[in-house]
Nanobody, 111 residues
């Protein structure tokens, strides 16, 4: 199982980023997928999740209306579109499947 995140970086408050997670080694379309994040000194928290077909999504209250999770089963990829970013969104973001975790990608929101 391999989950490879990309798309993190430094962005100013109010900016946008799109994270991608390329999955391999398992039947991607058979599994729900999630994004978690962990800020310095804080516990990991669930940011968003998406069902196998993409028909059902769930979000943490802190990101509702700003973040959108989606997936492309033909490409074995899950995305996290992050808009109106805030400094408190700064964290390492992890792509998660029931089969394992990615290595994480750093998102830093700062002016």
């Amino acid at each position: 199982v391999q989950l490879v995140e990309s798309g993190g970086g430094l962005v100013q408050p109010g900016g946008s980023l799109r994270l991608s997670c390329a999955a391999s080694g398992f039947t991607f379309s058979s599994h729900a997928m999630s994004w978690y994040r962990q800020a310095p000194g804080k516990e990991r928290e669930l940011v968003a999740s998406i069902s196998r077909t993409g028909g059902t999504t769930n979000y943490a209250d802190s990101v509702k209306g700003r973040f959108t999770i989606s997936r492309d089963n033909a490409k074995n990829t899950v995305y996290l579109q992050m808009n109106s970013l805030k400094p408190e969104d700064t964290a390492v973001y992890y792509c998660v499947s029931p089969r394992g975790w990615g290595q994480g990608t750093q998102v830093t929101v700062s002016s």
